[in-house]
């Protein structure tokens, strides 16, 4: 399992620094990561819809009424969302302000991508973010052209192969419409 201070010091380590033995401190090292850490995790994990991160919530109906004469009801989405792939019911929707903003009032539930903790990431995610940040951090930390750009070679590969694994999580929905065979029948 994965931490962020793990994380980290393998990704220093990928460039040729020392890892570091806690997150506290005032070193190059400690600031670049402190910097980049959390903004990096979080684009790697809006990148995909990574199935690790998908999750599924039933939405709260707001007692408030919307602002304007547009929709009828809203409903509030969970805090840990990082973004939304679909509602179900399918339904006309906007998100506003963290709401879900509709002509809805029934059980409205929700499949989205959370903010997950490290702990919880499999180990092709934290390698394939390892490589980002060492990519990352190479030049501020290295000096380095040379190595952020070997870093951005591994980075490239591991995400590949961590959107290939991580595909393989789900299973294929086979096409429901056919309306090239149908018409003929």
């Given at each position: 399992m994965?931490?962020?201070?793990?994380?980290?010091?393998?990704?220093?380590?990928?460039?040729?620094?020392?890892?570091?033995?806690?997150?506290?401190?005032?070193t190059r090292?400690?600031?670049?990561?402190?910097?980049?850490?959390?903004?990096?995790?979080?684009?790697?994990?809006?990148?995909?819809?990574?199935?690790?991160?998908?999750?599924?919530?039933?939405?709260?109906?707001?007692?408030?009424?919307?602002?304007?004469?547009?929709?009828?009801?809203?409903?509030?989405?969970?805090?840990?969302?990082?973004?939304?792939?679909?509602?179900?019911?399918?339904?006309?929707?906007?998100?506003?302000?963290?709401?879900?903003?509709?002509?809805?009032?029934?059980?409205?539930?929700?499949?989205?991508?959370?903010?997950?903790?490290?702990?919880?990431w499999?180990?092709?995610?934290?390698?394939?973010?390892?490589?980002?940040?060492?990519?990352?951090?190479?030049?501020?930390?290295?000096?380095?052209?040379?190595?952020?750009?070997?870093?951005?070679?591994?980075?490239?590969?591991?995400?590949?192969?961590?959107?290939?694994?991580?595909?393989?999580?789900?299973?294929?929905?086979?096409?429901?419409?056919?309306?090239?065979?149908?018409?003929?029948?």
């Amino acid at each position: 399992m994965a931490s962020k201070l793990n994380v980290i010091s393998n990704a220093l380590v990928l460039i040729g620094d020392l890892p570091l033995t806690s997150l506290s401190g005032t070193t190059r090292a400690h600031v670049v990561a402190d910097s980049l850490y959390d903004n990096t995790v979080q684009m790697e994990l809006s990148k995909f819809r990574w199935s690790f991160a998908r999750k599924k919530a039933q939405l709260s109906l707001v007692a408030a009424t919307p602002v304007g004469n547009e929709y009828d009801h809203m409903y509030q989405l969970p805090s840990d969302m990082m973004f939304l792939i679909k509602l179900n019911p399918s339904i006309n929707y906007q998100v506003i302000n963290g709401q879900v903003y509709c002509n809805y009032s029934g059980s409205l539930f929700c499949d989205y991508s959370a903010n997950v903790a490290e702990s919880e990431w499999p180990a092709y995610f934290a390698k394939m973010v390892e490589y980002k940040l060492a990519m990352d951090f190479a030049p501020s930390i290295r000096d380095s052209a040379a190595s952020m750009e070997l870093m951005a070679a591994q980075y490239e590969i591991a995400s590949r192969m961590a959107r290939y694994t991580d595909s393989q999580q789900s299973p294929i929905t086979p096409l429901q419409s056919r309306p090239f065979i149908d018409v003929r029948f």
